[in-house]
């Protein structure tokens, strides 16, 4: 029953190494938080898995899907795969609606008819369905990354990546966020989430993966990593 399968995975940029030989096994529906200090490698691991990084060494395997070095398994795998970055990354001239809609249309080939009524689902869902034909830049953070998270559930993914969600926004949009992310857990999503917000780790993980230079240090649930002195 896993889902992601990590062995031996490493990734350098140039000289430096950035992931060494990481190990991790993620089963369907489990929720995994990656912490770490600044520069452990974090991010690099989640961008291996949507192959926005290209791994040297190792394997990953994902739904049964081994990702190499072939091109050709980028778009089945980011069919699987939703990802939610930092900065929110939506197309600013396109409105909310258009944003979610585009992905499924051009990637997928889904009739746009079916692609609105997707898109409008997942707004309701995170709450803002009354925002669909405002731009981006009209609305806050918050609601920024809320449709950041529809427009990734647009693609019905089987897996959702989480790389800082949370840490371009202002302290009072942190909530709205983390609340959208707990109700995915909440519905057996899969989940891996790179955050610094140890309440929603300790809430949600099933798994504390923690990192440094490039190796994982430590793995264990959020009880035994909370109650260390
Ligand atoms: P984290 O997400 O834990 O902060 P990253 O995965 O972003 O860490 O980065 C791990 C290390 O790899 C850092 O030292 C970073 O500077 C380096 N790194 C990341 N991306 C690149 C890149 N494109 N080129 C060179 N070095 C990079
Ligand atoms: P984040 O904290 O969201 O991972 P970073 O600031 O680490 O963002 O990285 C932003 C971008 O810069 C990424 O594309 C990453 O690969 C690249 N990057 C990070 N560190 C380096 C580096 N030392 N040299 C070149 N590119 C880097």
Not at 50 to 63: A, F, L, M, T, Y
Not at 123 to 130: G, N, W
Not at 131 to 153: C, E, H, M, T, W
């Amino acid at each position: 029953n896993q889902i992601i399968k990590i062995e031996r995975l490493e990734k350098r940029y140039g000289h430096f190494t950035a992931l060494n030989l990481i190990n991790l096994t993620v089963r369907r529906g489990e929720r995994i938080v990656i912490c770490g200090p600044s520069g452990s490698g974090k991010s690099t691991l989640i961008r291996c898995i949507n192959r926005i990084e290209e791994h040297d060494g190792g394997r990953i395997v994902v739904d049964g899907v081994e990702l190499d070095g072939k091109l050709k398994n980028i778009d089945a795998i980011r069919r699987e795969v939703g990802m939610v970055f930092q900065s929110f990354n939506l197309f600013p001239h396109l409105t909310i609606l258009e944003n979610c809609m585009l992905a499924p249309i051009q990637a997928r080939g889904v009739a746009k008819y079916e692609a609105r009524e997707r898109a409008m689902h997942f707004l309701t869902k995170v709450r803002i369905p009354d925002q669909a034909d405002k731009y981006p830049g009209q609305l806050s953070g918050g609601q920024q990354q809320r449709v950041a998270i529809a427009r990734a559930l647009c693609m019905q993914p089987k897996i959702m990546l989480f790389d800082e969600p949370t840490s371009a926004l202002d302290p009072e949009m942190v909530n709205e966020v983390l609340d959208t992310m707990v109700e995915l857990a909440g519905e057996g999503m899969t989940m891996l989430c790179v955050t610094h917000e140890m309440g929603f780790a300790k809430e949600v993980a099933d798994r504390i993966v923690f990192m440094d230079k490039g190796e994982v240090i430590e793995e264990s649930a959020p009880k035994e990593f909370f109650a260390r002195p």
